[in-house]
């Protein structure tokens, strides 16, 4: 949750250099969940089942939640090395096309996230409050999406 939180801030700040926050709220409010969640998601990935044989929504979602999760954090590792050691890459057409991908895989990622902790700690239980949380959850990745890509354009 709280790298989702990041994303949308990150989304809103408009170029705030991260590495000029001071560091150590750096650490403690984005790197050790940050952290986390990759390690515990490198655990989901190796011990978890995806199974390709059953045709329900929420299956491929699962499966595409853990696809977005590699490409995610490639993607992020590329864009903190790439805007500190390698800004000239950003006027190339790959670094513009792994961008857009990125971001649209980094809000999936996020709003799938969110539906499944809502649901997964029991927040959400009905299926009329899931089939709500359905259509925010869309509509809150039409929205991030938008101003994710808004962002991109403006920043080149």
Known sequence: ???GL??????????LNIFKINIGVVVILFWIPFLFHIFYGVKIIISGNIIFKYR???NYLFILQRFTAIFVFAFIVLHIVSLQLFPFWMNTIWYRTVYFCGIIAA??????????FLTGWGIISGKTAQKRVVIGTFVLFIVLSGLGIYNFINFF
Not at 6 to 15: I, P, R, S
Not at 107 to 116: D, E, I
């Open 6 to 15: 990041f994303l949308v801030f990150h989304f809103f700040e408009l170029g």
């Open 1 to 3: 949750m709280p790298a």
């Open 56 to 58: 329900y929504y929420r």
């Open 107 to 116: 809000v999936f990622h996020f709003v799938n996230g969110l539906f499944g």
